[in-house]
């Protein structure tokens, strides 16, 4: 199994800047890819980003690209979403996920908040 633990969330204000980060422990050596869903009140999880264990290939969601980083450090078995040019509309809890294994499986963190607002 992998577990995941995201550090990193809080009050910003419009156009500021966080950096999440999630470390990833257990079958390290199972894990695809490590990435970022988001989930506002009301609103269903989405996602937001990935980075590829293996070669290292990022995606983004539109709403995203330009502003957000995902970057991962293999030593440490962390991923980190960097957060630029926040608005308002990125406020939401944020979820680490890593497929692993097969089928494969989905392990997720417990969440971590960001808050955008002046």
């Known amino acids: 199994q992998v577990q995941l633990v995201e550090s990193g969330g809080g009050l910003v204000e419009p156009g500021g800047s966080l950096r999440l980060s999630c470390a990833a422990s257990?079958?390290?050596?199972?894990?695809?890819?490590m990435g970022w869903f988001r989930q506002a009140p009301g609103k269903e999880r989405e996602f937001v980003a990935q980075?590829?264990?293996?070669?290292?290939?990022?995606y983004y969601a539109d709403s995203v690209k330009g502003r957000f980083t995902i970057s991962r450090d293999n030593a440490k078995n962390t991923v980190y979403l960097q957060m630029n040019s926040l608005k308002p509309e990125d406020t939401a809890d944020y979820y680490c996920?890593?497929?692993?294994?097969?089928?494969?499986?989905?392990?997720w963190g417990q969440g971590t908040q960001v808050t955008v607002s002046a």
């Open positions: 996920n890593a497929p692993y294994a097969t089928p494969p499986y989905n392990a």
């Open positions: 257990g079958s390290i050596s199972s894990i695809y890819a």
């Open positions: 980075i590829r264990w293996s070669g290292g290939s990022t």
